[in-house]
């Protein structure tokens, strides 16, 4: 008896195993496509962009900030009340930099553009869901990614074993920052593995580095895992808790709010520097605005893409402590070695204009509302010999800095 109640409970096991996993993998089908659902609201038109992606025009109202509560009686601020001063003085100067930006786009534009009155919204595939740990977890950033240069009051942690992720930046801190400016060099780093991304970016932050840290931030990056290829895209990321359960990339959770029909956040920018040759960068801009407390974003000189509203902030519902500009790619150390992804131009800094990348005229927004120059620039990198950074100033570009490197290299390992 005893050996036929083992055979039936072995029988048993090898039959419904099988029917256990697939149970498992219909449940997370059935939790990808509401998901999807929920990301991808219906459309007014659709365009197929060269490089695969699919932008839907979505009505400005149905866009995914709007399924939160919160949003329920939110009336969209159509434009900011107020730009910062010195702005469009500074735009008509740059317009007349013989090496300033060259005209840049999104793959997108060449196929079509966006109704007024909708938004265009990068469409998210299944294999994009999938490729996430969980889908708790798709457009979110690890909790611990963020660059934490040293302070008198903190001495340096241990980054590069503590986390993988690796920084070159520029930062300062100790004031009250309303807003910053950038305009970023754009290049395709390469990635060696596809869960390591590149990026460069500007950081709007308040609050503790540990647990409520409040974040805004923009630019670009090459992220394989969250995209499924090894373009250079737009991105946009917050957050209120440190990374922990609040914020995400671009529209991939309620919070930002866009308003611009020409700009789709997380879609391919065109062109792309190359080495020794053209140069292209983009512009960025957060600032809060003074009479509603939103936090607006502008891309180039002629693009107000939304706004982050200042509910979602708790320290940032005032002002920011400390404005970070730079690069930052993962280092897993597959191999046991340092990683070869490349950050910025994937060229130390000593490179140069047209070889190595650079983030230029970089400013702040004071409590006046006016942009200027930052005081007391401070350099942050972990690992110089992987990635380093250099400051510079001029009339031109103002204050500046050459960014990057190879990665592993003879004196990385």
């Given at each position: ?18 029917l256990?996993?697939t ?15 929920r990301l ?18 979505v ?12 949003f329920?009686?939110?009336?969209i601020q159509m434009?900011?009340?107020y ?7 500074q ?6 930099n013989e090496?300033?930006p060259k005209?840049?786009?999104q ?12 938004i ?5 595939r ?9 889908i ?9 990614s963020?660059?934490?240069?040293p302070?008198?009051?903190a001495?340096e942690?241990?980054?590069?074993n ?7 930046i520029?930062?300062v801190?100790?004031g009250q ?6 305009t ?5 780093p ?8 590149s990026?460069s970016?500007l950081?709007?932050?308040g609050?503790?580095?540990?647990s ?5 931030e ?6 394989p895992d ?8 737009l ?13 995400c ?7 930002f709010i866009?308003?611009?029909?020409e700009?789709?956040?997380g879609a391919s920018?065109?062109p792309i520097?190359?080495y ?9 801009l957060?600032w809060k ?12 000189n002629?693009y ?5 509203p200042?509910f979602?902030?708790?320290y940032l519902s005032?002002?920011?402590?400390m ?11 597959s ?13 130390f800094?000593?490179e140069?204009?047209g070889?190595a990348?650079?983030?230029r005229n970089i ?23 992987c ?5 510079g100033k001029?009339?031109?570009w103002?204050n500046?800095f050459?960014?990057?490197g190879?990665?592993r290299?003879?004196?990385?390992q």
């Amino acid at each position: 008896m005893k050996v036929e109640l083992l055979i039936f409970c072995f029988i048993f096991l090898f039959t419904a195993a099988p029917l256990i996993g697939t149970t498992a993998a219909a449940r997370r089908n059935l939790e990808v496509k509401r998901h999807l659902r929920r990301l991808n609201k219906p459309s007014l038109k659709s365009i197929k962009s060269p490089d695969g992606d699919v932008i839907d025009c979505v009505h400005m109202s149905h866009q995914p900030a709007f399924d939160h509560p919160h949003f329920k009686n939110h009336t969209i601020q159509m434009r900011p009340s107020y730009h910062p001063e010195g702005l469009f003085r500074q735009t008509e100067k740059v317009s007349k930099n013989e090496i300033g930006p060259k005209p840049i786009t999104q793959m997108w534009h060449m196929k079509g553009r966006c109704p007024e009155g909708t938004i265009p919204v990068r469409r998210t595939r299944k294999s994009d869901i999938f490729r996430a740990s969980s889908i708790k977890k798709y457009g979110k950033k690890n909790k611990k990614s963020l660059p934490r240069p040293p302070t008198s009051a903190a001495p340096e942690p241990d980054l590069i074993n503590q986390n993988g992720h690796q920084h070159a930046i520029a930062y300062v801190e100790g004031g009250q920052y309303y807003g910053a400016k950038a305009t970023i060099n754009v290049w395709d780093p390469k990635i060696q593995q596809p869960n390591e991304f590149s990026l460069s970016q500007l950081w709007i932050l308040g609050g503790s580095f540990a647990s409520d840290l409040n974040s805004i931030e923009a630019g670009w990056q090459v992220s394989p895992d969250l995209y499924g290829d090894n373009n250079t895209r737009l991105f946009t990321y917050w957050t209120s808790d440190a990374y922990q359960a609040t914020g995400c990339y671009n529209l991939l959770c309620s919070g930002f709010i866009q308003i611009s029909n020409e700009i789709a956040m997380g879609a391919s920018i065109f062109p792309i520097s190359s080495y020794h040759s053209s140069q292209y960068d983009i512009s960025i801009l957060i600032w809060k605005d003074p009479k509603e407390g939103n936090w607006w974003m502008q891309f180039g000189n002629d693009y107000v893409l939304g706004y982050w509203p200042a509910f979602l902030f708790s320290y940032l519902s005032d002002s920011a402590s400390m404005i970070e500009w730079g690069g930052e790619v993962v280092n897993s150390e597959s191999d046991g070695e340092h990683t070869t992804t490349q950050m910025g131009s994937g060229h130390f800094p000593d490179e140069g204009f047209g070889k190595a990348s650079y983030i230029r005229n970089i400013q702040v927004v004071d409590e006046s509302n006016n942009l200027r120059a930052p005081k007391d620039i401070d350099v942050f990198t972990e690992q110089s010999s992987c990635y380093d950074v250099r400051l510079g100033k001029n009339g031109e570009w103002g204050n500046f800095f050459y960014y990057g490197g190879p990665g592993r290299n003879p004196n990385c390992q």
